[in-house]
């Protein structure tokens, strides 16, 4: 079962999770990559992206 976690707004890429890995395509040069990745390493991934996108928007860590 694929479920896509981001599709970039212009259709440029997406990222999905797939049979314990995670899936990211890139259009514009046509590259897919797979990370094979568990629960654990979700919650893990989760928790850091929410603190780049705070650092991203400024806010203090």
Known sequence: MSIVIYQHPDGQGCIEFDGGSLIAANDLDATVTR???GPD???DLAYRLGALADV???RPE
């Open 35 to 37: 990370i094979l990745i």
């Open 41 to 43: 390493g979700l919650r």
């Open 56 to 58: 991203i928007d400024g």
